[in-house]
């Protein structure tokens, strides 16, 4: 059977005639930190360059976040919220999109309002084991990039390579403004800047799991990077890495 584990996966961009790598084993790619650090257009990017799936956990606590919402429950009803759990079914496509209970939700778990409330859904213990299985049973024999907050550190421990990509509150809340507006979604730069700050401040003070770097992750801050430079640094770090693994 062909679980991909021993294909030829990547031709490096800048390799001249290309240094084609050969795995042998699966590759785990944990890209954790705060919120709008540019994990996932990184992640994405990097995941299409290797070739290999890319699992986003953080649109599976939105999924769950609407979900609630749409209920007609106030987030931060602990007991309330965890009661929907047998009712939720969260899929994530390959190509990207996001379903929820049968509906595609991928515009829908962008909004503010959302974001605004998600951090307090990912704080519930049993709803993070909940999509945690998930999470696991996706990376399932596959070789993947996985981004969230607690990768590296609860999710996928054993991960090849740990990345924590961290940039100011200044930096991350003008990027997210403009992917905002981008996508038609309105806001203001103070009203995104506010937010991050709230979610950095319940992510990284939960109890179960919260946001930390893994004391074996690397630290890339992107604040001065562009995105290419930022998916190069992290081809280069696979690179080193598979070849200490596998040369
Ligand atoms: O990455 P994001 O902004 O889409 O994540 C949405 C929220 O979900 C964020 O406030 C933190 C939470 N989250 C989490 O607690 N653990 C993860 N693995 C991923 C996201």
């Known amino acids: 059977m062909d679980d991909g584990s021993q294909r030829d996966y990547l031709t490096h961009p800048r390799g001249g005639f290309g240094i084609l790598w050969k795995m042998k084993n699966k590759l785990i790619l944990a890209i954790d930190g705060p919120a709008a650090a540019g994990k996932s257009t990184v992640a994405k990017l990097v995941a299409k360059k290797l070739n290999i799936t890319y699992i986003d956990t953080g649109a599976m606590y939105r999924a769950f976040t609407l979900f609630v919402m749409q209920k007609g429950i106030d987030p931060q009803r602990q007991q309330a919220c965890e009661a929907l759990i047998p009712q939720v079914k969260i899929l994530l496509a390959p190509t990207g999109e996001v379903f929820l209970n049968g509906q595609d939700v991928s515009k829908d778990i962008r909004d503010p309002k959302v974001s605004a409330q998600v951090s307090y859904i990912a704080s519930y213990k049993t709803i993070r084991l909940a999509l945690v299985d998930l999470q696991r049973h996706m990376a399932g024999n596959q070789s993947v990039v996985m981004d969230g907050r607690d990768i590296g550190t609860y999710v996928l421990p054993e991960a090849n390579i740990k990345i ?34 709230h979610r950095d401040y319940i992510d990284s003070h939960r109890d179960f799991a919260p946001l930390k770097p893994a004391v074996d992750s690397i630290l890339i801050d992107t604040s001065f990077m562009t995105v290419n430079e930022v998916v190069e640094r992290i081809l280069d770090i696979v690179q080193k890495k598979v070849g200490s693994i596998h040369a």
């Open 164 to 197: 924590f990509q961290i940039a100011s509150v200044e930096t991350r809340a003008v990027r997210r403004y403009e992917e905002n507006l981008s996508k038609g979604i309105a806001c203001t730069l103070e009203s995104v800047e506010e937010d991050l700050r």
